[in-house]
């Protein structure tokens, strides 16, 4: 089966907004998707399929939209980009627990100052930084407890999605499995 692999990142989900797994994974299939899958109810999905990633967006966005009556964000990246997201990590002293570090998907280049606004910010022993369209953040502390992680969303300046590190690696093990 040709097709490239896509890891399908939701923006938001959580709390009050949900997309229910199962029936994602149902839509997904029913839409002409292959290799679907879904990692915990928390915005994390993969597909395969020979459509450009434009249309995949496309696709996805409004199965979510007609479906779940889910409106925001859809980031697509491809198992090359999610590889390079690993690779490029800062802060490798920082992958265990895999908790304490997230990796925010960019949708943009942040304005000027707004990473050194953060870094302002940042509590004790806190970190971050911007490699291409990825922001790594390091919260020793716990991202609940952080201020660096508290004003992230905003202070970046550009839309953006989360996953812990431990979410980041079970993703590139599952878009390994879905290219067979």
Not at 20 to 43: C, H, M, Q, W
Not at 92 to 99: L, M, R, S, T
Not at 135 to 146: E, Q, V
Request: hydrophobic content about 45%; proline content about 5%; charged content about 25%.
């Amino acid at each position: 089966m040709s097709g490239t692999v896509y890891i399908v990142l939701f923006r938001g989900v959580g709390g009050k907004t949900q997309l229910p797994t199962r029936p994602l994974r149902e839509k997904l299939t029913e839409a002409g998707f292959d290799n679907v899958a879904t990692y915990i109810n928390s915005g994390n999905a993969l597909v395969k399929s020979d459509l450009a990633r434009a249309k995949v967006v496309a696709r996805i966005a409004e199965i979510c939209a007609r479906e779940f009556g889910f409106d925001k964000a859809v980031y697509v990246l491809t198992r090359k980009e999610w590889a390079a997201l690993m690779a490029n990590n800062p802060f490798p002293d920082a992958v265990e627990p895999g908790n304490q570090l997230h990796a925010a998907w960019l949708d943009g280049k942040p304005p000027a100052g707004a990473v050194e606004a953060l870094e302002a910010v940042a509590g004790d022993g806190e970190r971050i930084a911007v490699v291409g369209n990825v922001a790594y953040l390091h919260t020793p502390n716990g991202f609940g407890r952080s201020k660096l992680a508290e004003k992230f969303d905003r202070g970046i300046g550009v839309p953006n999605t989360a996953r812990n590190w431990n979410t980041v690696k079970k993703l590139a093990e599952m878009a390994e499995a879905a290219e067979t």
